[in-house]
């Protein structure tokens, strides 16, 4: 008789409450029982998230009974984080999207993006690298990914299309929406403003010492890291991923007949670029707005404002005057279920560092005070990357810029040393979709399966930490003698 060996998927579906059960009766990091139970949750999640044993969205929704039934904390409390602000920039972003996608609006952008690029697969992937780092060091990160996803969807489109007995244009696609998404993180760690985590540390420091990092002095540092992240973004996608796209004049002259056929922009196409363009230009200009002084705007707001008007302003359709640019059936296309997994990252994190489990971590590695200062920064950075993995990146920079700088204070150090390598690191995180939201916007897309992005993004990890580490270690002294 044969024996029956489980299924793949059934071996999936129950290692993570396996490993629950074993964390439970264990308790191998002898924990107090609230914490335990936490960190058993944990272990679940992020066990079922990366055998993708059930729905990743699903998953999301385990703190929603585990939490309150296992006296973690009370439903009201678990549900707050679904109802995070940034759950409403997702949801303001890809109403947006879906607009511009409604109306034709990113096939025009596509085929211009195309054309303008070449049509050579690695040729547009670099465009895209290049043209998301740019943007998102002046914009958010978040917002950034925001504005380029529907265009990325449309160029897959277009090249899918022409590409049709291409057995690599998968390929193809999974390198676009990486690149917006990591071209994301890597440009916005250039500037003070181009990422929530950035802006976390400055704060901290301005409240703790009374001094304000400089703009110059931010970029005399991250900006070297910057570059040579996007760079080495794209050697690493074409190298591991080659799409066998060539460019060639058949093409060329059907992207050129397309852009023909659309004809000049319509009367709804214009008004979501207005709308667009209008969102956009308050992302860039939020800060002087703020200044003064009138209204307090955030990337939140302003992404919730412009989906508004997608419903408030008629299309001017001449085949249906009363439309409205958006109608609610739209949604029906929308990627709902990542609002739901960030609502879930969301509460574990904060689960996590309520429980003390964070802090934990942070005394652990205040064991290493000891070290040389070298190894201190090779610690942080590592272990900085690969936290912002499973929890919220801001979050991971409020809770560790006090220890990190505890931790430099009793070294002799400086506190730049250690807190800059730590933030720019909580950025870089590219192995999960929770890593940030980038990473969780393009896994939307359905081109991206999780295997690939952890293979990817164990690379781009390694990449991250040794430039991290070496311009740190060599730049940040350079940087203080510079502010004098």
């Not at 504005?147 to 244009?169: C, D, F, L």
């Not at 540390?201 to 304000?212: A, Q």
């Not at 781009?460 to 004098?484: A, D, F, G, H």
Request: aromatic share 10%; glycine share 8%.
């Amino acid at each position: 008789m044969k024996l029956a060996f489980p299924s793949k998927s059934a071996l999936a579906l129950l290692s993570g409450p396996a490993l629950f059960v074993l964390e439970l009766l264990l308790n191998p990091f002898q924990l107090d029982p609230v914490s335990n139970r936490v960190l058993a949750t944990a272990v679940l999640m992020i066990a079922w998230w990366i055998a993708e044993a059930i729905p990743m969205p699903a998953v999301a929704l385990l703190p929603l009974v585990f939490f309150p039934l296992m006296g973690i904390s009370t439903i009201s409390a678990t549900a707050a984080p679904y109802a995070n602000e940034v759950i409403f920039l997702f949801m303001g972003g890809f109403m947006i999207g879906l607009g511009i996608e409604k109306w034709n609006l990113h096939k025009r952008i596509a085929l211009s993006i195309v054309q303008f690029t070449g049509t050579g697969g690695n040729k547009i992937i670099l465009g895209f690298i290049l043209a998301t780092g740019c943007i998102s060091m002046w914009l958010s990160n978040t917002a950034t990914t925001m504005m380029m996803y529907p265009i990325a969807a449309s160029v897959i489109a277009v090249v899918y299309a022409k590409n049709e007995e291409n057995p690599k244009r998968r390929n193809f696609a999974l390198c676009i929406m990486l690149a917006i998404a990591y071209a994301s993180n890597f440009g916005g760690i250039a500037t003070i403003i181009g990422t929530p985590p950035n802006v976390a540390y400055s704060s901290f420091i301005s409240k703790k010492f009374g001094y304000d990092i400089s703009f110059f002095g931010w970029m005399f540092v991250s900006m070297p890291v910057s570059i040579l992240l996007l760079l080495s973004l794209y050697l690493v996608l074409v190298k591991m991923f080659p799409n066998r796209i060539d460019a060639d004049l058949e093409m060329h002259a059907l992207i050129k007949n397309d852009l023909k056929a659309l004809g000049p922009m319509s009367i709804p196409e214009k008004r979501v670029m207005y709308i667009f363009l209008l969102t956009a230009s308050l992302w860039i200009t939020r800060d002087l707005i703020n200044s003064s002084g009138l209204v307090k705007l955030d990337d939140n707001m302003i992404a919730v404002f412009g989906a508004l008007l997608m419903f408030i302003v008629p299309s001017g359709n001449p085949k249906q005057s009363s439309e409205k640019i958006l109608v609610w059936s739209d949604t029906s296309k929308m990627a709902w279920g990542i609002l739901l997994l960030f609502g879930g990252g969301i509460a574990l994190a904060g689960a996590l560092e309520k429980a003390g489990l964070i802090g934990m971590l942070g005394k652990w590695l205040a064991g290493f005070s000891g070290s040389s200062l070298l190894f201190l920064i090779i610690a942080v950075a590592v272990l900085s990357i690969f936290i912002s993995e499973v929890m919220s990146n801001v979050a991971q920079v409020i809770v560790f810029a006090p220890v990190v700088t505890g931790i430099a204070e009793a070294v002799g150090a400086n506190p730049f040393m250690l807190g800059i390598p730590m933030t720019l690191a909580a950025s870089c995180a590219s192995m999960m979709p929770m890593g940030t939201p980038p990473n969780a916007i393009v896994f939307s897309s359905g081109h991206i399966q999780l295997k690939e992005m952890i293979k990817v993004g164990f690379v781009m990890n390694l990449i991250s930490i040794v430039l991290i580490v070496l311009t740190s270690y060599l730049l940040v002294p350079m940087m203080m003698q510079l502010l004098k």
